[in-house]
Structures are given as C-alpha cells and as structure tokens.
C-alpha cells in the first residue's frame, strides 16, 4: 500500500539563506522528494536568496551536491534534471538594497500565485526581510512567510520579534516552523488519542502515573558554539520542541483538526503549567553541562573546550519535572530531558500507566509492569504498546512484558518522510494545524522565563556530567526521588 499524494497549487518558494546549511540538509531535499511523489504542479519555482554572488547554474549545481549528500534513496536522473529545473537564483543582501529589485523581476507580476518566502537565515534577518518585502511591494494576499526557531530568547524579544513580522504580516500568513510537529509519529500520536475509543478514557490521572520525554543528541555543539553558549538547552529545546511535544500529550480533544481548535487547546495546557520559580527551582530542574568523554567515534572535548573563553555557565543538558494544574493531570508528573552529547541519539514520549492494583499471579509469574506506550520521534519513528502476556508453552503461569509493535512506516511499506517535507506542503495549502500561533510562543516564554531568572538568581550551577552519558545523577535522581526510573531509551 503506499501513501495518497494530493498535488499542491503551483508555487513560488523563495529559500532566503538559500545557500546555508538548513535549505542544504533539509529543505531543497525535501522540496525534491516532493517533486519526485508527484505533488508538486507546474509552473513551481524555487529561488535561492543569499548575498553570495552565484547564476543560477551554480546555483543548481549547489543544490545538485546538496542532493547528492542528503537524499538517502537513489537519486533518479529524470527526476533531479527536473527538479533542478526549477531552481533560481538572485543574489540579494537584506541588510541592504541589493538585489531586491532583481528578485521582483524574477518573482514577476502575477499575484494570484501562491508564494512562500521561507527565512532560512538567522532571527536578526527576519525584520529587514519582512520590511522589504513589503516596501518592494512583494507581498501579495497569496505570500506566506516561514519562520524557524529561535524566536526569541525570552517572552520580551519574542514579543518584539512577533510585532516585528505582525506589522507586515497577518497570523494567517506567518508559519512559525517547529519541525518536530511534522514528524509522522507526533502525528500519529493525534490519531491514536482521537481516532480510536481505546486510549482516551485512559488519558487522564486516574490510568496514566507519569508521561516522560526525552529529546538526546548524540553531537556536541559542533560550529554552533557561539549561538549556543548564548542559549543553553532550555530555549534550545525545552522552549520550543519538548513543550510543543508535551501539548499535544496533555491537550484536550479538539472540536476539529482546524489550526486554531487544535492550538486553543495547545494553549491551554500551556497556560495551565505550573509555574517553577526560585521557590521550587532546585528541586524540579537539573542543569547539567557536559566534560569530556566518549562518543560512537571515540574520545570527545568537553564543552569548555568547545567554546572561546573557556568558561561557561550554560547548560547543555536540562531535566525538568513539570505538572499541569488541571483536572485531567493534577498529580501526573511530566519529566522532561534533553541534553547534548548522550548516549544516543533518541526522541521519545513515554507514557507510562499505573500498574495492576494488585496481582493474582503469585511469585513464580515475575514482576508486573507498566504498560508503556512509547512513541519514538527518532531514529526508528515508530509506537510501541508494552503489555503483559503469559509466556508461551507449559512451563506454568510465568509473565513477560513484550511490546505491540506498532510501527507504522514499515507496516504499510512508504518512506518515512522528513518532518520539513510535510510542513512545506502544508504552507502552500495554507494549513497552520502544525505550526506555532504567536500567544503559544509567547505562552511558553512566559513558563521558561521564571525558570530562567530563578537560575540566574540563585546561582544554580551546571552539574558536570561524562560526555556519553544520560546527563548528570542528579537528573536520575530528579525522578527516582519520586520512586520512578527513567525509560531505558535504547
Ligand atoms: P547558515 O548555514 O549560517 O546560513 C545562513 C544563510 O543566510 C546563508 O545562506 C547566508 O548566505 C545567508 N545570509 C546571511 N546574511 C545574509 C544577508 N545579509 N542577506 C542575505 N542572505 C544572508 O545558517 P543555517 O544553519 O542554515 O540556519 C538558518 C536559520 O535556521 C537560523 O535561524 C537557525 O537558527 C535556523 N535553524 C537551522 C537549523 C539547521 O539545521 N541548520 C535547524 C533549525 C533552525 P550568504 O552568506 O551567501 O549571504
């Protein structure tokens, strides 16, 4: 069986930092994976903007090594001529007027067309790019802008940032990107809560004990140092993707799949989370930084090490112990973990139901346990329903906890696509279901900035931990305090 592809309008997406690495990695593959299931239509246009001085034939040929290097499946021929077809170039600064003028006469004068000006280029842009757009008159009722994390570094400049693109853009046209969203399996996660009767009774304090998330990198900070030791993995991640992730765990069914049914209730746990301040800081957040140690590849730096200075309070690893004040959750423990240089590369939701009330099995049968549901974002996206079953054959009434596979990629044979596949279609066919509302960004600002200040003026050092590792003890001992382990994600 393979997937149901609907073609999209015809487009013009104009990839700002065309030749950065995000539209290298990420987006011209995913536009060409597109292009090659058949959902883009004539005449679509794709137009790198960068200050570097490229024709489009070496734009082209970027984009043809960017393939090359970041297709996984084999490349087609037929396909990869077709697609590089499409591709444009103008050099543009939008610090400045340069190129603008050219960039209007590329795009051309038809207005009903859809258009997608996606910001690959850092936050600081996002204003000069908006503001010239507009001052060029490039802003048709048909232009969407994307725009990627960070937005922001706390509730103040998100705000400003938000007014910024707000006094260009309407909401409805202003696609904040948080890719996790378009992870198949996040979204799976909605149609196994909605779609089926067998979950939801169960989604609530009564039947679930605790919910976990973990998102681990396996890299360091790589060429990232500088933008990192500035943010630390609090707004890295916990701001943006672990909250996102958890919404869609804690949120309300909503009344449709409609952009704003499913972000009201999205907002709404986010509001409902309890604050964490200097009064309770040290007790529910860990913050750890990683030293030296071992990865895959062998011996690795610390981070010190990895940035100018070489000093540094920023964490890189944080743990969190969050709890919503509602009557669904009161009492249902939400950890969240993410870190830099773990043990592996791993992103998952684990969540964890309370254990049989007591058990007729006797001794001899084992121990009972949980029945987790695990919905791995990466690698391997896929769920897995833990359950207990009777050990096969006559050896007696022994117990075994074995997962239902539920992997659903491998189950209906299709690719798996990558997140910022899905999320571009979705820009085109004007579907804000996946992306972020600006009261959200600004809501999750408001439950991290406490957090943030609290470090600050407590003084709450980072706790070293093994480079390698699952982050400092004092993250494992953040739940096993609270007689809970943290899933072995393996
Ligand atoms: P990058 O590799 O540094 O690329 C930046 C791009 O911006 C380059 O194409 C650069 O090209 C262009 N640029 C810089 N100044 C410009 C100017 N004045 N006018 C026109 N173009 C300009 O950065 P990136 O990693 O692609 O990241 C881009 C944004 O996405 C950042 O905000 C980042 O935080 C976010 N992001 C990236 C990733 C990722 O995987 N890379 C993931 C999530 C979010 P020229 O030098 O030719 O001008």
């Given at each position: 069986m393979s997937s149901q592809i609907i073609p999209v309008d015809p487009f013009d997406c104009i990839i700002f930092g065309g030749t950065g690495d995000l539209a290298e990695r990420k987006l011209l593959p995913a536009l060409y994976h597109r292009q090659k299931d058949g959902q883009m239509t004539e005449p679509t246009r794709i137009i790198g903007a960068s200050r570097s001085d490229l024709s489009t034939n070496e734009y082209r040929a970027f984009a043809h090594e960017a393939l090359k290097t970041h297709v996984k499946d084999d490349l087609d021929s037929d396909e990869v001529e077709k697609f590089l077809g499409k591709l444009d170039y103008v050099s543009v600064d939008v610090k400045s007027e340069r190129g603008w003028d050219s960039l209007g006469a590329v795009l051309g004068a038809d207005t009903g067309k859809k258009r997608a000006c996606y910001l690959a280029v850092g936050p600081s842009l996002f204003g000069d790019i908006a503001t010239r757009l507009r001052d060029h008159g490039?802003?048709?009722?048909e232009t969407r802008i994307i725009v990627e994390k960070p937005i922001g570094r706390d509730l103040k400049s998100a705000r400003e940032l938000n007014d910024t693109l707000g006094s260009v853009f309407d909401e409805y046209q202003t696609f904040r990107i948080d890719h996790y969203l378009g992870k198949e399996t996040v979204q799976n996660l909605m149609a196994l809560r909605f779609a089926n009767t067998l979950y939801e009774p169960l989604w609530n304090s009564a039947h679930i004990d605790h919910v976990q998330i973990t998102v681990a990198e396996?890299?360091?900070?790589?060429?990232?140092a500088d933008y990192y030791d500035k943010a630390g993995a609090l707004r890295d991640m916990v701001q943006n993707h672990l909250l996102q992730l958890l919404c869609l765990v804690a949120m309300e069914p909503p009344s449709s799949m409609d952009a704003n049914a499913v972000r009201d209730e999205k907002l709404k746990v986010l509001r409902g989370l309890e604050p964490i301040d200097e009064a309770n800081v040290e007790k529910l957040t860990v913050r750890g930084q990683y030293g030296p140690g071992a990865s895959a590849g062998g011996p690795v730096p610390g981070y010190l090490d990895e940035?100018?200075?070489?000093a540094s309070n920023t964490e890189t690893f944080v743990a969190v112990k969050a709890e919503i004040g509602n009557w669904r959750w009161a009492g249902v423990p939400f950890y969240l973990r993410t870190g830099k240089r773990m043990t592996t590369r791993v992103s998952e939701i684990v969540i964890a139901f309370k254990p049989?009330?007591?058990?007729?099995?006797?001794?001899?049968?084992?121990r009972l346990l949980a029945n987790n549901l695990v919905i791995r974002?990466?690698?391997?996206?896929g769920v897995k329903q833990w359950i207990m079953i009777k050990d096969p054959g006559p050896g007696g009434m022994r117990l075994r906890h074995v997962p239902l596979d539920m992997s659903f990629a491998s189950a209906f044979n299709v690719r798996n696509p990558d997140a910022y596949e899905r999320l571009i279609m979705d820009v085109i066919r004007g579907n804000q279901t996946l992306f972020m509302r600006r009261d959200e960004v600004e809501a999750a600002w408001r439950w991290i900035d406490p957090i943030l200040s609290a470090w600050e003026d407590t003084g709450q050092q980072c706790q070293r931990y093994t480079a390698g590792t699952w982050g400092p003890s004092a993250s494992i001992a953040l739940i096993e305090r609270d007689g809970r382990t943290w899933h072995e994600s393996v």
């Open positions: 490039l802003i048709t009722p396996g890299v360091g900070v790589e060429g990232r940035i100018e200075g070489g049989v009330p007591h058990s007729i099995f006797g001794d001899g049968a084992g974002l990466q690698p391997d996206e």
